[in-house]
């Protein structure tokens, strides 16, 4: 049973376009959303996160956009440059009994051309 | 750097063998987490620490046991190895008791051929 849904499974973005990947959630006791980054040959890295209070945030070129009532949330990052291209992982995880266990979507391989 | 250590970096062994992976996690971080990640099922939590405690157990095979010491290091032991459990594994760490706000940071993973 998979928890998150995430698509496209693989993008390809010119230089300076937007890339957007959308993720899926069906259990409503998630309240954390972080987006991950991994490039070949390393491990995830924390790119940005979201709370469901809010419905968007935005650090630099990247902003989670987040519907609450759709149980829908999407990354977009604008003025793409080819140092993006990674494979990105949407995740979701709930407080309860304090423990943090992320459940990641399948992923998202990003190339961007120059 | 997240400041996650793991080794061995990769690692090939034989089925039906044991094999221990071990994971430092980042000064002064108490939680310690086990993701396994494979090309069919994507990034999946095995199993949690909090202080040497178990804390949360995810989709862990039998033959998989873990613990976390004094130390707070953590080792995985994986045993009676299958082909299917060729993967990456990724400790990752972080700072207070596992609530859903930590940022866990991930170490580099160790590549695991079973042949």
């Known amino acids: 049973q998979q928890q998150v849904k995430q698509s496209p499974q693989s993008l390809i973005v010119q230089k300076g376009g937007i890339s957007i990947i959308n993720c899926a959630y069906e259990n409503t006791a998630f309240d954390y959303f972080p987006w991950y980054q991994q490039f070949p040959g390393k491990g995830p890295a924390l790119l940005i996160a979201?709370?469901?209070?809010?419905s968007e945030k935005k650090e630099g070129r990247f902003t989670i956009s987040f519907n609450k009532s759709a149980k829908q949330f999407s990354l977009h990052i604008m003025d793409s440059q080819p140092g993006d291209s990674a494979t990105y992982f949407c995740?979701?995880?709930?407080?309860?009994?304090?423990?943090?266990?992320?459940?990641f979507g399948k992923g998202t391989k990003l190339s961007v051309k120059p | 750097d997240s400041g996650v250590t793991q080794t061995p970096k990769h690692l090939i062994t034989a089925t039906g063998q044991r094999v221990t992976l071990r994971c430092s996690p980042r000064s002064g971080d108490l939680s310690v987490y086990w993701y396994q990640q494979s090309l069919d099922q994507g990034l999946q939590f095995l199993i949690q620490y909090y202080n040497g405690e178990e804390r949360a157990k995810g989709n862990i095979l039998e033959r998989f046991s873990a613990q976390q010491f004094p130390d707070l290091h953590s080792e995985l032991n994986l045993s009676s190895l299958e082909l299917g459990d060729s993967a990456l594994y990724f400790c990752?760490?972080?700072?207070?008791?596992?609530?859903?706000?930590?940022?866990?940071?991930f170490g580099p993973g160790t590549r695991l051929t079973v042949l």
């Open positions: 995740a979701a995880t709930s407080w309860g009994g304090s423990q943090g266990n992320l459940i």
């Open positions: 990752a760490s972080s700072g207070l008791a596992g609530g859903s706000t930590d940022t866990q940071y």
């Open positions: 979201i709370r469901p209070d809010v």
